[in-house]
Each structure stands twice: as structure tokens, then as C-alpha cells.
């Protein structure tokens, strides 16, 4: 019933009166351009939005936007969807490509499944995301979609913030940030900090970020250079076991695996040069190092190896821009040079197959280099033709510092170095119904290469079937349109088939060669009900299937995992909404509820086991209490629903990572 009437609120947002939005604007084609003229799915989240949600983690951010389901995990942590089942393992960490500022913040092959709680979201002016493969300009593993968080600029006036915030949960938060310009030169300074205990026993999470930038604007050229670091220090909690700890108040809160953690740092440079070529020309090059370096404790696996992981890059981005009356081009090179490594130790006993000792030892030395060309011509006044290629070379060089071969589970391949050449084309047509309505359809290849792990972390069953790189096609179509001044709907349909899928299976080993099919329909709305009362929704409908049929009787040490064509991707909800209602009674109070709504899915690859999803209620408000003071207040979670972040069936459990329960929490945020 709460899901039908989840839609039900999409249908009378585009049947009810509002006031005009202003006008949204994204960098889907790497440069500034509004969201209204880009034939492509993107949700751009603002500075007001952020501003609300006041974010614990980044996922209550994305989940705001259609297609998107981030599952919650122990502190900073998070798994991903977009336009796709929640992917862990190679596949989680491969298919979403995560930029800060427009620079990927890992590099292609070194992805890590976590990889938002490197950016600095707490201080973003804006989180765009880009639906459906994005590989034509954005290159490897943006497969399923890019998330790009977007700092703030300098302020052109001498400019002070700050925010404090406490919740009932132990959860305190800071930020600050300082700004200026002076002649030629802006810059920017920006701090956050977020400690607390943690929901669950033995969980807390202390993470600090810092952000600094500097912005000279010449006459002949502008260098825009940015400079971040992230320290993450958590304890982590494990899965509950079986539904009857799910719904017990006090067994939810439990860590079986008090000794789990995580620590990561990460530092990351990059400078932005552009200057003009001609009057119609332009060329961006983007510079940039990046280092970071995780241990965390595996205590998902039965041997709970310890994990020690890292890479440092250097790499430049290159575009040249040209715009001429009804033609415009957008033509580069990226290249990236990458040192990495990855040793796995089990300190404890064997577990079955989870042998003590030495795991994996090795380092990779990696070049990618890519070139892409996009070209735009209008047809006529009213529909604009855009075809678009990238191609991308890597080549792992792998050095095994441990002796090869098989060690229980656990293989280890000799020396080697691979190569992989992947093409991602991109052709689409968009076209004008009128000044504030438009239609556009796309056709669209993502392809990566395999992650570093896919190839050298291997398992004793992967003798023969190396991985290969996923492929994604994709068709697309979609319309925007406002309706009057004050109703706004964007709603698009697609269907994508992937193949040489990378997984691992609910017995923990690797699946090299699945193939899967994702349709589904999106729908974002806004719609004022009155001038003081505004509804949003992001509603998305899609079934992620098997294309593959897979018998465990011929895998050796394999039992579970019985999966036919046609079956439901495990952790793929068929349907997921958020609705929003806010409320101005008057200029200075502010209100919102939140209806989160995630459907029931299967949470193992064989369809025999399931969750039932949740929904839950937000409320938050804000009111000014004196010019540049404000006070802000949230209740998360306001009906108490006990409810799982996320589900899962493995080696033979129903697994929970339990969500919190209702919680409140007081801030007051400053700006002068």
C-alpha cells in the first residue's frame, strides 16, 4: 500500500501546480551546461538540498535522486546501485565511477567499493549524478553511472561558515570553511569532522577531511588548483545472524566481530589550467596526484584475513572545446600512471577453506591512457545530434612477492602482464517539443577493465577463465518538461545488457563470465502544491536479471548457488522511491518529511532467499534565529521501524546490517 501510494504522489505531482525551478546546472559533458539541454539522465542535488538532508553519510544524499540505492554499512562504509542491483566484490567497485571536482578519487583498476567516504560531501556545493554508461567522456568503470561531488568556489567577498551538530545516537559533527578574494585570486579553506560511538556495540567512526583551494582568474588564463585529505579511523560491526535479531531491540545492536575495523587515508592535488585558443576555442588540462593507503579487518570472510591495500597515482586530463553557430566539439587525451599493491594475512586457525598465513602478496604497476572525441551538430533549430567515441588502453604490469600457486583457497598466479583496449561509442538525438519541453534517446556502450583484484586475487576454482572486461549496452529515452511555471517532470525509460559479469557467489567464490539485463523506468517530479508547499519524488521501477544459466554440480566445492536465466539479481529491489514535502510557512521556518521506500529482493543469486524491504520517515526543520544564525533539527527514522539497511544470504545465513532507529539530532550552522 505505502508504495502505491509512493507513485500515486509521482502522478499528482504532474497533475498539480507549482512555481518555476531555477534553472539546474551540470557537467555531464565535462563543462558547465543546463541539465535541460543534456540527452541524458542527471540529477544535480544543490546547496539547499545538502543543506536540509545535513547528511550522517552520503547515501541519504543519493538517495534522493531516481535510480539510485546506496545500502548503509558500518560507518562510513556503503555498497552502490545505479541503474543496477546493490554490486560488491570487483563488480561494486568497477562500475560506478566516483569523482570529486571532475577527477576520478581512485584510479581506473584500484577501485575501492567504499569509495564516496573519500569525498569531501559534508562541503559540497553540489553531488551530480550521471545514470546509464557515462564511458564515451568519462572513461573506465563509469559502467552504471558517474557521482561527481563538486566543492564550493571561492566567494567573491570575505566569507566565514560553520556548523555544529549532536544526535541522541552519540553522533557529533563539525565543519567550517573560509573564503575570500583578493584582485586576481580566490580562495578556499575547508574542514569537517565527524565523531561518534556508533549504533552498534564496538562501531565507532572518527573521520576528519580538509579542503583547500586556490583560483587565479588572468586575462589569458585561469588555474583552478585543489587540494583534499581524508583520515578515517572506524570500528566496524559485522552482520547480524536470522530475522529474530533483525526485530530484537537490544540483539540488533550486538557486533559479533568487535575486533573488525577499517582505517584509510587518502590525499589528493589537481589543477585545472584553462586557457582560450580563439574566440570560440578553449583548452582545459587537469594535472593531478593522488596516494591513498586502507587495512581493514575481512570479517565478512570465515577467516577474517586482514587487508592491506593502496595506491599512489599521477595523471593529467585534457579537453579541447570548440563551439561554432551549430556545430561544437569536445576532443582529448587522459592518461595516468598507478603503483599499487595488496597483501591478505590470516593470523587465525584455517576455517574450512580459509587456510592461516599468507594470502596474497603483491604489487601492480599500471598505465591507462585514453583518447575521446564528442561531436555536436544541429539538425535544425530544435534537434541537436551528439555522437561521441572513447577508447581506453591499460596495462598491468603484476608482480607476485609470494610464492604462486594454490594455498587452500586461495590462488596465486605467477608474475604476468596483461593488456585490455576497450571502446565506449555514444550516439543521441534530442529534440524541442517546445521552450519547456524536450525528448531525446540515446544509444550508449560502458566497458572497463577488470579490477586489479578480479585478476590477481584469484580463487582455486579460476584456472581456466581469467576475467575479461564487462560491457555494458545500453538504450535510453527520456523526456523532460515543465508544465505551466511551476510543475517540473523528468522521467526516462532504458534497457541494458552487460556481459563477461564478475561476482562472487554465496559460497564466496568468483563467477567470471555472467551476463545480466537491466530495464527498467525513472521518474523525478516536482510539483508546489500551494506557494509554501512543494512535493518532490524520485520513483524508479526496473528488473535486474540473469541472462545465464549456471549448474553448482559441475563447479567443484560449489553447492549453493543454483542460478537460471531469467532470475531476479540478487539485492535488486524492483522498486525504490523517495518523496519529499517541504514546507515554508513563513520566510524564516523551513520543514520536510522524507518517505524512503525500497521493495522487497532476493538476497541470494538463486532466488531461494529474500528481504522484504522497508520504508521509513525523515523529518527535519530549520528556521533562522537571527541574521547568519540558524537552527536546524532532524528526526531520523520518526516511525521507528526496525528495518535492514541490507540483506544478504551467504555460506549458508540470512545476514542483516541492521538500520538505526529513530534518532534525534540538534545543530546550529553559521554564516556571516
Known amino acids: 500500500m505505502i508504495r502505491t501510494i509512493s507513485f500515486a504522489l509521482v502522478v499528482l505531482a504532474a497533475s498539480g501546480v507549482a512555481k518555476a525551478q531555477d534553472q539546474i546546472i551540470v557537467t555531464g559533458d565535462r563543462r558547465p551546461q543546463a541539465a535541460e539541454t543534456a540527452p541524458a539522465s542527471i540529477t544535480s542535488i544543490g546547496e539547499s538540498e545538502l543543506g536540509i538532508v545535513g547528511a550522517d553519510h552520503i547515501a541519504e544524499v543519493l538517495s534522493r535522486a531516481a535510480g539510485v540505492n546506496l545500502h548503509r554499512g558500518s560507518g562510513a562504509e556503503h555498497l552502490t546501485a545505479i541503474r543496477s542491483p546493490v554490486l560488491t566484490a ?3 567497485a568497477g562500475s560506478f565511477l566516483f569523482l570529486e571536482n571532475g577527477v576520478p578519487l581512485r584510479s581506473a583498476g584500484f577501485a575501492n567499493i567504499n569509495g564516496l567516504f573519500d569525498a569531501h560531501h559534508e562541503l559540497a556545493e553540489r553531488i551530480e549524478i550521471v545514470r546509464g554508461p557515462s564511458g564515451a567522456l568519462y572513461g573506465a568503470n563509469a559502467i552504471h553511472g558517474v557521482v561527481n561531488v563538486i566543492g564550493p568556489d571561492p566567494a567573491e567577498t570575505f566569507s566565514v561558515s560553520g556548523e555544529i551538530f549532536g544526535d541522541t545516537e552519540d553522533r557529533y559533527k563539525w565543519k567550517g570553511s573560509v573564503s575570500n578574494a583578493i584582485g586576481r585570486h580566490g580562495v578556499y579553506a575547508g574542514v569537517s569532522a565527524v565523531s561518534e560511538d556508533g549504533y552498534r556495540d564496538d562501531a565507532g567512526l572518527d573521520q576528519q577531511k580538509a579542503t583547500l583551494r586556490h583560483v587565479y582568474d588572468g586575462d589569458a588564463i585561469s588555474i583552478d588548483t585543489i587540494f583534499a585529505v581524508d583520515n578515517l579511523e572506524q570500528e566496524t560491526a559485522g552482520f547480524i545472524f536470522g530475522r529474530d535479531d533483525l526485530f530484537d531491540r537490544d540483539r540488533r545492536r550486538t557486533n559479533d566481530f568487535p575486533q573488525a575495523f577499517r582505517d584509510a587515508k587518502s590525499v589528493r592535488l589537481q589543477s585545472t589550467i584553462t586557457a582560450p585558443v580563439s574566440e570560440r576555442a578553449e583548452l582545459r588540462v587537469t594535472p593531478y596526484a593522488r596516494w591513498n593507503d586502507m587495512d581493514f579487518l575481512q570479517h565478512f570472510l570465515p577467516g577474517n584475513a586482514l587487508e592491506e591495500n593502496g595506491h599512489w597515482s599521477v595523471g593529467i586530463q585534457s579537453a579541447y572545446y570548440l563551439d561554432r553557430d551549430r556545430f561544437a566539439l569536445i576532443a582529448g587525451i587522459d592518461a595516468e600512471y598507478t603503483e599499487g599493491w595488496l597483501t591478505e594475512l590470516q593470523e587465525g586457525s584455517s576455517v574450512f577453506s580459509f587456510t ?22 544541429e539538425l535544425t533549430p530544435r534537434t541537436v545530434v551528439t555522437a561521441a567515441a572513447r577508447v581506453d588502453g591499460a596495462i598491468y604490469d603484476y608482480n607476485n612477492k609470494a610464492s604462486s600457486g594454490a594455498n587452500g583457497r586461495f590462488l596465486r ?3 604476468q602482464v596483461d593488456r585490455f583496449v576497450t571502446a565506449s561509442p555514444k550516439l543521441s538525438i534530442r529534440h524541442e517539443l517546445s521552450n519547456r519541453a524536450s525528448v531525446y534517446a540515446s544509444f550508449a556502450r560502458g566497458a572497463r577493465p577488470p579490477q586489479t583484484t578480479d585478476l590477481y586475487r584469484l580463487q582455486s576454482n579460476q584456472t581456466d577463465n581469467a576475467a575479461n572486461p564487462e560491457i555494458i549496452d545500453a538504450i535510453e529515452v527520456g523526456s523532460r518538461a515543465a508544465f505551466g511555471e511551476r510543475i517540473s517532470l523528468n522521467v ?22 555472467g551476463k545480466t539485463r537491466h530495464v527498467g523506468v525513472e521518474a523525478e517530479t516536482v510539483v508546489a502544491l500551494h506557494e509554501t508547499l512543494t512535493l518532490s519524488s524520485a520513483v524508479t521501477y526496473a528488473a535486474h536479471t540473469y541472462q545465464f544459466d549456471r549448474n553448482p554440480l559441475a563447479t567443484p566445492g560449489v ?5 537460471s536465466s531469467g532470475d531476479d539479481v540478487d539485492t535488486a529491489p524492483r522498486i525504490v522511491a523517495n518523496t519529499r514535502l517541504e514546507w515554508r510557512p513563513i520566510a524564516p521556518l523551513r520543514f520536510e518529511a522524507e518517505w524512503r521506500s525500497v521493495g522487497s529482493y532476493f538476497t541470494d543469486a538463486a532466488n531461494d532467499h529474500s528481504y522484504e524491504g522497508y520504508d521509513i520517515l525523515n523529518l527535519r526543520a530549520e528556521t533562522e534565529i537571527r541574521a547568519g544564525l540558524a537552527a536546524f533539527l532532524t528526526l531520523r527514522n520518526a516511525t521507528d521501524a526496525l528495518y535492514a539497511e541490507r540483506a544478504d544470504f551467504a555460506f549458508g545465513n540470512d545476514r542483516f546490517f541492521p538500520g538505526e532507529t529513530r534518532t534525534l539530532g540538534f545543530g546550529l550552522r553559521f554564516r556571516n
Open 356 to 377: 592461516q598465513g599468507l594470502h596474497y602478496d603483491y604489487d601492480v604497476q599500471a598505465i591507462n591512457a585514453s583518447g575521446f572525441v564528442e561531436a555536436q551538430y
Open 559 to 563: 553447492f549453493n548457488e543454483n542460478i
Open 90 to 92: 570487483g563488480a561494486g
Open 492 to 513: 526516462a525509460a532504458f534497457w541494458m545488457e552487460k556481459r563477461n559479469v564478475f561476482f562472487r557467489d554465496a559460497d564466496g567464490f568468483n563467477v567470471n563470465d
Open 413 to 415: 598466479p605467477a608474475d
